[in-house]
T-cell receptor
């Protein structure tokens, strides 16, 4: 069974800093990997989707990379802002219709 | 993409009662999922609800406790039956509308059982 781990569990940074969130998975035969943001008590907002054939995806200040062979993905956030404070979750799909979620990284950006 | 709404957004319920959560999608989708997120935890899949077939439940979840209906391609309900305080969670529905298999989530239903 696919297992997804996210490190660190929590991260606190000053505003303006660049940061990296990590996601690792045990089975490299994935269909895609998706990064989400979750604000407290709310649903999940899709940030970036990386197909298995892709190496990275970018959206604004966010860049996600994928290394299937090593079972890793990173989410890079440039010039962090207090509004980026949230929990970030990665999810891996092996078949396209079953998804495995990581435990999340709780990010706090200090003004 | 897909826009998903859920009702109710939150509720406080008495032990032993049942609550039905509705999930409405703005487009027709085949695959729909129901998740539970307990306080401070990640998401746990309850069941997959594809239109035209019975819901498929994950290990640890049973139909008697979490009956699901999927009457058409834009709507589903999840009922949490005979509730106990351990059922206090956020319940989320999600859909996968296209062939990229990108998942979209509703805003969630925050359930507190007293």
């Amino acid at each position: 069974k696919q297992e997804v781990t996210q490190i660190p569990a929590a991260l606190s940074v000053p505003e303006g800093e660049n940061l990296v969130l990590n996601c690792s998975f045990t089975d490299s035969a994935i269909y895609n990997l998706q990064w989400f943001r979750q604000d407290p008590g709310k649903g999940l907002t899709s940030l970036l989707l990386i197909q298995s054939s892709q190496r990275e995806q970018t959206s604004g200040r966010l860049n996600a990379s994928l290394d299937k062979s090593s079972g890793r993905s990173t989410l890079y956030i440039a010039a962090s802002q207090p509004g980026d404070s949230a929990t970030y979750l990665c999810a891996v799909s092996n078949t396209g219709n079953q998804f495995y979620f990581g435990t999340g990284t709780s990010l706090t950006v200090i003004p | 993409s897909a826009v998903i709404s859920q009702k109710p957004s939150r509720d406080i319920c008495q032990r032993g009662t049942s609550l039905t959560i509705q999930c409405q999608v703005d487009s027709q989708v085949t695959m729909m999922f129901w998740y539970r997120q307990q306080p401070g935890q990640s998401l746990t899949l309850i069941a997959t609800a594809n239109q035209g077939s019975e819901a498929t439940y994950e290990s640890g979840f049973v139909i008697d406790k979490f009956p699901i209906s999927r009457p058409n391609l834009t709507f589903s309900t999840l009922t949490v039956s005979n509730m106990s305080p351990e059922d206090s969670s956020i319940y989320l529905c999600s859909v996968v509308p296209g062939d990229t298999y990108e998942q979209y989530f509703g805003p969630g239903t925050r359930l507190t059982v007293t």
